[in-house]
C-alpha cells in the first residue's frame, strides 16, 4: 500500500488531507513575477466559416484575471461580456494564452487595446467558444525561494517523480485557486447559497478578512461587515474589489435584494461559488478513501468509473460501476489509462458510488448536513448544479525539470480542469499561500 503523506499546512482546511509522495518537499514559492506560471491552453479550434458571426483569436493577458479581462474586453469592443467566450478560467498572477471567441465584426477588433493583452491569429469561425472547450493546458513554472538545500532539490524532485509514476498520476484535488489563495471564501459562500442563508453569502463574499489583504482592503471589509445603507459606500472601495463593487451597487439600487446581487454578477462566477462547496466536499471524499488506504488508481467494488473517449476526454455520459462481474475487465481499462476511477462531486441530481466508496461519499454528505434538493438555489439557475463525477487521479504528460542557483522549473501538460498547483504541491509541500 502506498505510504501518503500527512498535510500538516492550510490545505487541510480545503479537504486536502495527503500528499501522494512521502517524501520531503522543496519548499519554495510559486508566482514570484507572472512570467514563474506560464500556461498555453491546449484546444480544438473551431472550423472557420465565411461570413461567420465569431471571430476567434488567440489572447495572451499578463497579470489579468479572467472576468476582469472579458469586462474590460467587451468595453473595448462594445458589445455584451455574455458575447465574448472562453474555455476556462485562468489564475490572475501569470501569463496565459488561450482561445477566445468575440461575437462582433472583425473589424472590432482593432479596437482592443489593454495593457498586457495581445491578440492574434484572429479568424471568423463557424461557432464560439464555450466553458470546457479544451483539451488541457499545459505549464512551464518557475519554483523560487526554495526551503531545502540546492544540492538535495534533484534528489527531491526525482523521489516525487517516480511516485506519480508508479501511481499513473496524482491525487486530482481541487487546488487551493478553486477557494482562494489569499482569501479562501469561494465555497463558504457557496455553503451558504446551498443551506439557503443569501443574505450571509452575500455578506461573506462583502466582508469575510484575510490576513494577507492591506490595510485599505481590511478596513472597507470591516465597514462593509456593518453596513446596511449601501449608497455612496462603493465609491471609497479600491478598483480590486470591482465584483464586491457589483454587489454593492446593486444593494444600493434594490436595498435588501440579495438574490439579486449575487445575480448581478458574472455568471461564470455565480457557478464559481457552489462549485468550490462542492469541490470541498470531493477533497475531503478523495482524502477519506487515501485514509482507509483503498486504492486511487484500481477500483475496487462500488467504484463509478468513467471511460476515456477517442480524444482522451473522460466520457461522463457513460459511467460503469464495478462489481463482481466486471472487476477484472474495469481494472484491466484502468491499468492501461483507458478509463479512471471517480468520486461525486455532490449535486442535486448527480450518480453515487456503491459499496465502500459509496458509505464514503455518504458519510461527508450526511456529515454536512445537506441534501440533493439543496443544491438547487432559488432564483439562482447558474449557482444550483446537478452534480457530477471527477477522476480521482490526475495524469500528467510530458512532465520534466531542471534545476538552477535560483530554484528549479517544471513544463508538463494537465487534462482540462485540472490544477498544475496540486502536481507542484506534491514537489513543493509548501504553505498555501504560498501557490
Not at 489593454?114 to 467558444?129: C, F, M, N, P, S
Request: one cysteine or more; glycine letters at 8%.
Amino acid at each position: 500500500m502506498t505510504s501518503y503523506r500527512k498535510c500538516e499546512t492550510a490545505e487541510a482546511d480545503v479537504g486536502m488531507l495527503y500528499y501522494l509522495s512521502s517524501s520531503d518537499g522543496t519548499g519554495g514559492r510559486l508566482k514570484t513575477d507572472p512570467e514563474d506560471f506560464i500556461v498555453d491552453e491546449v484546444s480544438v479550434r473551431p472550423e472557420a466559416k465565411e461570413g461567420g458571426k465569431f471571430v476567434i483569436a488567440d489572447v495572451t493577458s499578463r497579470n489579468w484575471e479572467t472576468n476582469r479581462l472579458v469586462r474590460l474586453l467587451s468595453r473595448e469592443l462594445g458589445i455584451s461580456r455574455e458575447k465574448i467566450g472562453f474555455a476556462g478560467t485562468k489564475d490572475k498572477r501569470g501569463v496565459t494564452t488561450q482561445l477566445m471567441s468575440f461575437e462582433c465584426p472583425m473589424e472590432n477588433m482593432s479596437r482592443i487595446d489593454l495593457k498586457d493583452v495581445e491578440v492574434k491569429d484572429a479568424y471568423v469561425g463557424r461557432r464560439g467558444i464555450q466553458i470546457g472547450d479544451l483539451i488541457g493546458n499545459s505549464f512551464g513554472i518557475r519554483v523560487r525561494d526554495c526551503s531545502a538545500p540546492a544540492e538535495n532539490t534533484k534528489d527531491i524532485l526525482d523521489s516525487v517523480h517516480a511516485d506519480i509514476q508508479e501511481a499513473g498520476g496524482f491525487p486530482n484535488y481541487f487546488g487551493v485557486q478553486r477557494f482562494g489563495v489569499i482569501r479562501p471564501v469561494t465555497h463558504k459562500v457557496g455553503e451558504l447559497l446551498v443551506r439557503g442563508k443569501t443574505e450571509e453569502a452575500v455578506r461573506c463574499y462583502l466582508s469575510a478578512p484575510s490576513e494577507f489583504e492591506n490595510e485599505e482592503v481590511t478596513a472597507i471589509r470591516n465597514e462593509l461587515a456593518a453596513c446596511d445603507d449601501w449608497n455612496g459606500i462603493a465609491e471609497k472601495m479600491p478598483n480590486s474589489l470591482s465584483f464586491e463593487k457589483t454587489l454593492v451597487y446593486h444593494l444600493a439600487e434594490s436595498p435588501g435584494d440579495w438574490t439579486g446581487a449575487i445575480g448581478s454578477m458574472p455568471k461564470n462566477l455565480q457557478m464559481m461559488f457552489v462549485h468550490a462547496y462542492q469541490s470541498l466536499l470531493f477533497n475531503r471524499m478523495l482524502s477519506e478513501r487515501i485514509r482507509r488506504g483503498i486504492p486511487l488508481n484500481l477500483p475496487v467494488i462500488g467504484d463509478v468509473v468513467i471511460p476515456l473517449d477517442r480524444d482522451g476526454i473522460p466520457s461522463h455520459e457513460s459511467p460503469v460501476t464495478a462489481n463482481m462481474n466486471n472487476l477484472d475487465l474495469v481494472a484491466r481499462q484502468v491499468r492501461s489509462k483507458r478509463a479512471y476511477v471517480t468520486a461525486s462531486l455532490f449535486g442535486s441530481d448527480g450518480t453515487s458510488s456503491e459499496g465502500e466508496p459509496g458509505e464514503i461519499e455518504r458519510g461527508v454528505i450526511e456529515k454536512e448536513g445537506v441534501s440533493e434538493e439543496d443544491f438547487m438555489i432559488p432564483g439562482l439557475s447558474h449557482c444550483s448544479s446537478k452534480g457530477s463525477r471527477r477522476e480521482i487521479v490526475c495524469p500528467v504528460k510530458d512532465l520534466s525539470y531542471a534545476t538552477d542557483d535560483d530554484g528549479y522549473t517544471a513544463s508538463f501538460t494537465l487534462p482540462k480542469g485540472n490544477y498544475a498547483t496540486c502536481l507542484m504541491r506534491e514537489f513543493m509541500k509548501s504553505e498555501m499561500n504560498r501557490y
